[in-house]
T-cell receptor
Framework: DAKTTQPTSMDCAEGRAANLPCNHS???????VYWYRQIHSQGPQYIIH???NNETNEMASLIITEDRKSSTLILPHATLRDTAVYYC???????????FGPGTRLSVLP | NAGVMQNPRHLVRRRGQEARLRCSPM?????VYWYRQLPEEGLKFMVY????????ESGMPKERFSAEFPKEGPSILRIQQVVRGDSAAYFC?????????????FGPGTRLTVL
């Protein structure tokens, strides 16, 4: 079973920041938080991952709480093309498959 | 650097035929993972391979399914005697297999339709 809990769906206005929460209260010390998204039926797209520090790249920012029991993915200026299912996954960095939950269906509205 | 390649992108088979799905990992990646996504469902892990070795096949159905990742060439997911329930999108992912940077990158998938 997935080790994360995410809201089923969220809406966001185009141009605004999209903040997607994820709870992972049973995360262990050597597990990373990964975020992927799946646009329509395409292959999952890697967004970002982190261990305990906040991370930022060209796509998004990842904020991890100090106790590591939850995190937030931030898309700073959502566009219509960001409409997708977003998956938060915890796993060790090396080897090991991903266990996908149902994710959050983000709808970016014009 | 080309991404993960999968072919064919779409495959139609009749019940009882064999399906062969190919996955070429990203350059420099030595680990391959296969996942299946049934219609309106999430992705489910099937098998994890390194070159010439199956590391974890806990998600593979016990019969009719096999996978390989030879020393040369792509990884192959083989489904024998396909049934309608095998209709799904099959995704492979590859990773470099290094301890500090082992992010998986997914291919576009193969959509299998069994008539």
């Amino acid at each position: 079973d997935a080790k994360t809990t995410q809201p089923t769906s969220m809406d966001c206005a185009e141009g605004r920041a999209a903040n997607l929460p994820c709870n992972h209260s049973t995360i262990s010390g050597n597990e990373y938080v990964y975020w992927y998204r799946q646009i329509h039926s395409q292959g999952p797209q890697y967004i970002i991952h982190g261990l305990k520090n906040n991370e930022t790249n060209e796509m998004a920012s990842l904020i991890i709480t100090e106790d590591r029991k939850s995190s937030t993915l931030i898309l700073p200026h959502a566009t219509l093309r960001d409409t997708a299912v977003y998956y938060c996954i915890v796993k060790m960095n090396y080897g090991q498959n991903f266990v996908f939950g149902p994710g959050t269906r983000l709808s970016v509205l014009p | 650097n080309a991404g993960v390649m999968q072919n064919p992108r779409h495959l139609v088979r009749r019940r009882g035929q064999e399906a062969r799905l190919r996955c070429s990992p990203m350059k420099g990646h030595s680990h391959v993972y296969w996942y299946r996504q049934l219609p309106e469902e999430g992705l489910k892990f099937m098998v994890y391979l390194q070159k010439e070795n199956i590391i974890d096949e806990s998600g593979m159905p016990k019969e009719r399914f096999s996978a390989e990742f030879p020393k040369e060439g792509p990884s192959i997911l083989r489904i024998q005697q396909v049934v309608r329930g095998d209709s799904a999108a099959y995704f492979c992912a590859s990773s470099p297999g290094t301890v500090n940077t082992d992010t998986q990158y997914f291919g576009p998938g193969t959509r299998l339709t069994v008539l």
